[in-house]
């Protein structure tokens, strides 16, 4: 088995073990810190993300994303783990190091909260 069909093999796993429906959508993160991202899809107990912030597979991060709506605007914050990371060629708009990185990662907790 070659590293490509390893890849695919991979990939196909990982469709197959969601079990959840994913929307693929492009919304602003908040990763604290004045770190930002671009989501690229989404669902009930995962994400996938663009962003210039390294973090490592297992390690816990914090995110915002912020939606209007006509009743006002709402705040969903997450708590999740990071499953995978992969450099990304395209997408989101490269930082000033030139880095953009793809973050997979499992929501452990969220909780929306209305904006003010």
């Keep these: 088995m070659t590293a ?6 991979n990939a196909l796993t990982e469709r197959i073990n969601r079990g959840e ?7 602003p993160l908040n990763l604290g810190g004045g770190a930002i991202g671009i989501t690229r899809d989404v669902s009930a ?3 996938f993300f ?3 912030v390294i973090n490592e597979p297992g ?8 939606f ?11 708590q999740a783990q990071v499953l995978r990371v992969e450099p990304q060629s395209s997408g989101m708009a490269a930082s000033e190091s ?5 973050i997979a ?11 003010s």
């Design 105 to 115: 990662a499992k929501i452990i907790d969220s909780k929306f909260e209305a904006r």
């Design 59 to 66: 390690s816990i991060i914090h995110f915002a994303l912020t």
């Design 45 to 47: 107990s995962g994400i």
């Design 4 to 9: 490509e069909n390893t890849r695919t093999d």
């Design 50 to 52: 663009e962003t210039d």
């Design 21 to 27: 429906k994913r929307l693929s959508a492009a919304f």
């Design 98 to 102: 030139g880095k953009r990185i793809g």
């Design 68 to 78: 209007d709506g006509p009743g006002g605007g709402m705040t969903l914050n997450c």
